[in-house]
């Protein structure tokens, strides 16, 4: 296989196995989605628009999302913070990490610190099964117009995925996937511990797209290392980190294409 004007069997020569993933469907086909750190606007204690709570881990009964959005976590003195959506809050916990903006000019990373128990149910995956949004349409961003024009149907959307994220304060501030080292945009994936275990090599052929999502037709070979795993990253799928704010967010819902990837040994 000709890669860049290489070899890739060549990597033997200096100790290298290569081992190409069958992909989903058996024919090296991977999936490839994006995730990203998001910076939420927030404030310490609620007031105005700021109702929603960000919650850290508890240590008592587990509870569903409608029974923590019912008030269940109330008064344990739990709430790290308080933002202006509850969707936002959603979106962070399906990133698993991200940023808080309380105003004061720092940015507060809010790290991983557990889930609930309950199974995780893709929203995106309701909604085109309700008929709201195209499968071929589905991405963050429509997710987030779709809760635009439907405010009131929001929270009832949400609790039909029972699972749910709380969050640490990390004054570090270094976005960490689940190894717990720090993540490098488009060098740093989640995957399935099952078939690529954390730490792995990569070799993958990246799908590049354009501003609207679709496949320019085009593959960049990036190396990369699974350092993170993800509650929707299962099977012959990877998750590529790209980066903090509203920009990566963009290019990280947009992304849902295919690739082939080598693991190297």
């Known amino acids: 296989m000709d890669l860049i004007g290489g070899n890739i069997n060549d990597l033997a020569k200096y100790g290298i196995s ?24 927030a404030r310490r204690t609620p007031q105005g628009q700021y109702q929603h709570p960000i919650y850290a881990m508890p240590s008592s009964k587990r509870f569903s999302r409608a029974e923590i959005y019912a008030g269940a976590l109330q008064g ?32 507060n990373y809010f790290a991983y610190a557990g889930q609930n128990g309950f199974k995780y149910a893709s929203v995106g995956r309701l909604l085109v099964e309700d008929g709201e949004i195209p499968k071929e349409k589905m991405s963050v961003q429509a997710i987030r117009e779709w809760g635009q024009r439907n405010p009131s149907r929001v929270q009832g959307l949400l609790e039909r995925n029972p699972s749910y994220v709380f969050f640490k304060n990390d004054p570090t501030g270094q976005v960490k996937g689940s190894a717990g080292v720090p993540l490098v945009p488009l060098a740093s994936v989640a995957s399935d511990r099952s078939i690529v275990p954390s730490g792995s090599v990569l070799l993958v052929e990246m799908p590049l797209i354009d501003s609207k999502g679709n496949w320019t037709g085009k593959h960049e070979m990036r190396l990369m290392v699974a350092l993170d795993v993800g509650g929707a990253v299962k099977g012959h799928h990877f998750d590529l980190y790209q980066g903090i ?5 963009h290019i990280a819902g947009l992304m849902k294409h295919y690739g082939r990837v080598w693991v190297l040994n």
Do not use: C, H, W
């Not at 290569?18 to 606007?41: A, C, F, W």
């Not at 704010?245 to 967010?249: E, H, L, N, Y």
């Open 18 to 41: 290569t081992r190409l993933m069958r992909g989903e469907d058996g024919y090296q086909n991977v999936l490839m989605t994006g995730y990203y750190s998001p910076v939420i606007k």
């Open 76 to 107: 344990q003195g739990l709430e790290l913070a308080y933002s202006n959506s509850m969707l936002d809050n959603f979106l962070l916990g399906v990133q698993g990490s991200g940023y808080v903006d309380f105003g004061d000019g720092r940015l």
């Open 245 to 249: 704010g509203d920009k990566a967010g």
